[in-house]
């Protein structure tokens, strides 16, 4: 009688679950170049470029050349150069404003157990609720807070920043136009904050108990 002999099988190996995953990684780096590059404009604008500091040097030094040129036509001058970075300024925004729309996209696309709201919700549940390991759950929920405080942020500059650049067609800006510049300057030191919070966080925990944590914003982790 021949015998059944079982199918040899080779034994399965599951991917490694990513901390981090490539969209959200990509979205990082990308947002952080272009944050970066706005924040460098507007630095290059409030100092470089500013018009009521730079306009004696560069009349002073047209004079020097012989140049008969008042000190309006320099203001005027720096002024145009003014312009041209704000140019880029604005494409910086547009180019923010894809990258917020890029990260809500990856949000719902995702698998469940690397999407940002779940990580958030199941904290809040275990340290409000489940009240176990409420020392580490509430530094994590902590840093996750700020996340979305950054999140909202993003969401607050995008919208002012579109609504100046579309000032000419937008009829409500006329009336509040001047306000929403405001907040969209604000919102700019909101910014400031987290990516000095950010930083000094990323750095602390390197040297403490969660080393790896910008390799892992790399690799996945």
Known sequence: MSTI??????PVHP???KNYSAAIRLWHWLNAIVISGSLITVLINSTILNTRGSAPTVLSAMQRDSANVTLKQARTAVHALNDKVWDVHIWFGYFLAALLLLRLIAELTQTADQKFIRRFRDLWKQFFYIKNQREPVRHALVVKSIYVAFYITLVVIVCTGLSLA??????FMKNI?????????FCMYLVLAFITVHIVGVFLAERKDSKGIVSDMINGG
């Open 166 to 171: 579309f000032d000419d067609v937008l009829p």
């Open 5 to 10: 002999e079982p199918l040899k099988t080779e």
């Open 177 to 185: 136009g001047h306000d929403v510049k405001e907040i969209h300057g």
């Open 15 to 17: 991917a490694p679950v």
